[in-house]
Each structure stands twice: as structure tokens, then as C-alpha cells.
């Protein structure tokens, strides 16, 4: 289900709850036939009233979150007057993906562009969908001299078998993939609306067909529903649309963590961001990482940039510049970039050299908050975490094709069994967070719940289900902890479904120490690193 953001009352109904029931109890006989249908009303409007008139006489926003969607996760926002119109507008776009998925995929069998494959030599009528998107790989190939080019899949599966027998791939087998790069691979005609392919070269339409779908997506939602605004999220690629002005984090490449602090936030306005980087998904070769962005040119996975994040009018545009970003040098990026009206961009480099459009800037939310100095005094006796050291917790919810995200809490405990830090909370409904049933009756008086967090963070793709947190060794007041004894939770509940709870104990002293737990039904698996920052 949906989730109202604007608004969020459930832990004031709680206290209001508690208010109201004394009241209630301590008023005497006589009076209370008086007055208890007034103060049964005022209790009702106490706990209801107001979300229920927001609903009716405002816009707010709603959220849904759902796991394999395009092979990644979705995080849908709806600005709409009701529930209802927000729930119509969220079932037309997830339609909108499933249609055109069914069309462009190239790893269902049963896809249009898996049975177009399948052909060589033979002009195929072709939906309209896929050839546009044909033309689009064709008219990109030729933009960034065959930076682009949807036969990458080629030397792409020679890294992937190299992977899979931990052994580099030879220059012969690179050379083969690239030459079959450079050949033509299929033939369009226009006028009919044709395809013909020319070869049996591996296809993958990736690259920009995300955001091509994105886009095809919210426009659909757009017009089907009373919605006055949607933001749409899949896997980090991004489209805001409507009357709205969106908060966008970018996530740290040098860190990437769901919960680190974002590298910067942007003002986003009817516009698509898309972000490609090797620092989410690769092949890892004994002790080397690779990229899994190839460079079809010549075979190799690319190195020299780490993230390239582009904003721009068109989504299509947005996503197939980001990731050629990754393979041209940046003078060609910077050169591409100046063809296409209103593009912003920032590429960072594995050196961390930045290099931004002239508008770049004009979109950054500025940090106003005053910096914070340490406090003078003697510290030298209190022994403090090691600010060297860092835990990370991965974990994977287990997920089936367009499946809603369970409501999932994340967060430490000291050997007193106090709450220490909050790593993760997200839910789906405000009703819904007592179902976290630990996390609630330990944090909710002073949590601060992050599912109703405003930003949109933009991204590599992510693996669906795949969640990375890291803990700093700060409490939720930003102080340092002691060394010692801390147990981890992860809890998820499913609206209608299970709920699980993993715990772990864990010596945090400044010894490295990591733990594999075990999966439930919820959370697939998990692991905790306790070690120095990389």
C-alpha cells in the first residue's frame, strides 16, 4: 500500500491516545452520560481527524517501494488529492513497466526484442516501442563514436565467463568480441516500420531504456490519475514530473552506503537524472575490480571514472549520457554534453577530480547549518570509538517479480539493551510501524523516522533487494560510543505477511570481525564488517 508522507501523525496519535483515556476513566458517573458522546467525538477527531481533512482538502504526497522491478528496486512518489487517485496512478505505472519490460527486455525468452533477436536477415514488423528505441541505440552510437552501442553485451559476456574461472581474459578473445562490435546489426526501415537483423551478434538494450521506460511510465500515471505531481525512481535513475520541486541526493561513490550522507542534494524540476558508476556492480578477478561497463571500442572495462550523474529534459538523453560519460574521456563528455540544450552534469574520477557543467551550481542546495566545533577540554581518560573504524551491514530482502518492499528496521543496541544508533527505518503506513514490533517498543520515542525522509536518492542500479548501511560508531546525538559489546537488529514485517527479527552480538574493541547471519523468509541473508574505513 501507499504511504502519506504530509502529515505524519502516528506517534502523536499515541500520545494523544494516552491523554485521552484518563480523561475519559476519571470523568464520574453522573456526568458521563452527558457528556461521553462529546468527548468520544473529540477523541475521535483527536486521533483521525486530521489526516483524514488533510486527505480531503489538500495534496500530499504518497510513497510506495517495491523490489525487482527492471532487475532493481522502485521508489514511487505521488502528489495527489486522495489515496485513491494516488493508488490508480501507481497501478498505471506499474502497468506502463510490465508492458514495455515485456516488450525490451533481453532477459525474458518471451520478449518482443528476445523473438526479434532470435531472427537474422529478415525485415521484422516491430512495435513502436522498440523501434524507437533502435533508433535511439543507432543515433547515440553515432553521437559518441560508438561509446554506446547495445553490442557491449559481446565483450561483456567475455568478462563475465573470465569472472566466473577467475582468469583475466586473453587478447584474442577480446579482440573477436570488439570486431564483432563494429559490425552493422541491424537495418531499419522507416517507412514500414521494420527491423531486419543482420547478425548474431548478443544485444542488450541497456544504457538509456531504463529511463526510456521511466519516462514512458510517469507519463502514463500523469494522465490517467488526478495527480498534481510523480517522482519515480528505479534503481537511482529518476524523473520528476508535475508541480513539484524535488530534493535529490546523490549518494557518495566513495562511500556508497543507503545511509551515508549524500555527497551533495540538488532542486530537481521537471527533469530526468540519471547516475552510472562501477561502484555498485562489476567482476571481481582474484584482487582486481572491474567495472561492468565495457568500452565496446576496445574490449576493456572502463577505470578512470567512478561516478557520472547527468540531469536533463529528456530521460533518454539523461541515461545514455551518464553512462558514455563513464567511457569517453572528458573533454569528449564535456564536448557531447554542449549538443544538447539544458544538460547539467558532474563526473567524478577515481583520482577525484570533479568536473561540472556551468550550471551545476545553480542547482546544489547550499549546507547553511553552522559547523561544529570539537569541545575544548580534557578527553584524554575517555576512551571512544576508533574513528578509524567503521561497521557495515548488508543485507538482502528477499524479493519475487514486482514485489512491495516490507517495512524493515535497522539499528543498535548496547550491552544494556538501550537503543544506541538507528541505522534504518522504513515502512509503509504510519498504522503500520507498530508491526516493527522491537524497533517500536524501544525507539519510537525518540526515533526519527527515516522512511518519511523528502530527498530522492539517485544512484548506480542496485541489485533488487541489495541494502548497504554503515554505522560511524555515533550515537543518534552524533557523539562517539564507547568500545564494547553492541547487538545489531534487522526486523521486517510484511503488511499481510511474516515477521522476522535478526539479532547479533558483537565485540566492536578495534579488531576487525566480520559475521555471516543467517537468511529468513524476510531477509534473504545478511553480514556484518566491523573494520577500518576504506
Do not use: C
Request: hydrophobic content about 40%.
Amino acid at each position: 500500500m501507499l504511504k502519506k508522507v504530509k502529515g505524519f501523525t502516528s506517534l502523536n496519535k499515541f500520545n494523544n491516545l494516552q491523554r485521552v483515556v484518563p480523561l475519559v476513566i476519571g470523568i464520574t458517573f453522573h456526568t458521563m452520560r452527558l457528556t461521553i458522546g462529546v468527548i468520544l467525538i473529540a477523541a475521535l477527531l483527536m486521533l483521525t481527524g486530521a489526516s483524514t481533512l488533510t486527505r480531503e482538502k489538500s495534496t500530499g504526497q504518497y510513497v510506495s517501494n517495491f523490489e525487482n522491478v527492471l532487475g532493481t528496486s522502485l521508489e514511487l512518489k505521488i502528489n495527489a488529492s486522495s489515496t485513491r487517485e494516488a493508488e490508480r496512478a501507481e497501478t498505471v505505472a506499474l502497468d506502463e513497466i510490465k508492458r514495455i519490460s515485456k516488450i525490451l527486455s533481453g532477459y525474458d525468452q518471451d520478449s518482443e526484442f528476445s523473438h526479434w533477436s532470435a531472427t537474422q536477415n529478415h525485415a521484422v514488423p516491430v512495435s513502436q516501442e522498440l523501434f524507437e528505441v533502435l533508433s535511439l541505440f543507432d543515433e547515440w552510437k553515432q553521437r559518441t563514436n560508438g561509446a554506446l552501442d547495445a553490442s557491449a553485451e559481446t565483450v561483456s559476456q567475455v568478462w563475465k565467463a573470465a569472472a566466473k574461472k577467475q582468469v583475466l581474459p586473453t587478447s584474442d578473445e577480446l579482440k573477436a568480441a570488439v570486431e564483432q562490435t563494429q559490425q552493422a546489426h541491424w537495418k531499419l526501415d522507416y517507412e514500414n516500420r521494420t527491423a531486419t537483423k543482420l547478425n548474431d551478434a548478443p544485444l542488450i538494450l541497456n544504457s538509456f531504456t531504463k529511463s526510456y521506460i521511466i519516462d514512458k511510465a510517469v507519463d502514463a500515471a500523469m494522465s490517467s490519475a488526478k495527480v498534481k505531481a510523480i517522482v519515480m525512481n528505479v534503481g537511482g535513475d529518476i524523473v520528476v514530473r508535475g508541480d513539484l520541486d524535488e530534493t535529490i541526493a546523490l549518494m557518495d561513490p566513495r562511500v556508497h552506503a543507503d545511509n551515508a550522507e549524500p555527497s551533495e542534494q540538488l532542486h530537481v524540476s521537471n527533469r530526468a537524472v540519471a547516475t552510472s558508476g562501477n561502484y555498485k556492480r562489476g567482476f571481481q578477478i582474484g584482487d582486481q575490480w572491474f567495472s561492468h561497463i565495457v568500452d565496446p571500442r576496445t574490449g576493456e572495462p572502463v577505470q578512470q571514472v567512478i561516478s557520472a550523474t547527468v540531469i536533463a529534459p529528456e530521460a533518454t538523453d539523461a541515461g545514455a549520457l551518464a553512462t558514455s560519460f563513464n567511457v569517453l574521456t572528458l573533454e569528449e563528455s564535456k564536448m557531447l554534453a554542449k549538443t544538447i540544450p539544458g544538460v547539467e552534469y558532474l563526473v567524478i574520477t577515481k583520482e577525484g577530480e570533479r568536473l561540472e557543467s556551468d550550471g551545476w551550481s545553480s542547482l546544489e542546495i547550499k549546507d547553511e547549518s553552522p559547523e561544529i566545533t570539537q569541545a575544548s577540554g580534557k578527553v584524554e581518560d575517555q576512551k571512544l570509538w576508533d574513528p578509524q573504524y567503521e561497521m557495515v551491514v548488508d543485507f538482502e530482502i528477499a524479493t519475487f517479480q514486482y514485489s512491495r518492499r516490507p517495512f524493515v528496521a535497522v539499528w543498535i543496541e548496547n550491552k544494556d539493551k538501550a537503543p544506541v544508533r538507528n541505522l534504518a527505518i522504513w515502512y509503509n503506513r504510519d498504522r503500520w510501524i507498530p508491526e516493527l514490533r522491537r524497533w517500536y517498543r524501544m525507539n519510537w520515542e525518540k526515533a526519527i523516522v527515516q522512511g518519511s525522509s523528502v530527498h530522492t536518492l539517485a544512484s548506480p542500479t542496485r541489485m533488487p533487494g541489495k541494502y548497504t548501511l554503515v554505522w560511524d560508531g555515533k550515537n543518534d546525538e552524533g557523539n562517539f560510543v564507547e568500545p564494547g559489546m553492541y547487538t545489531v537488529y534487522i526486523e521486517a514485517a510484511r503488511e499481510h505477511g511474516t515477521y522476522q527479527i535478526i539479532s547479533q552480538d558483537m565485540e566492536l574493541t578495534g579488531k576487525p570481525n566480520q559475521i555471516n547471519l543467517k537468511g529468513n523468509v524476510e531477509i534473504a541473508s545478511a553480514s556484518i564488517d566491523y573494520r577500518k574505513k576504506q
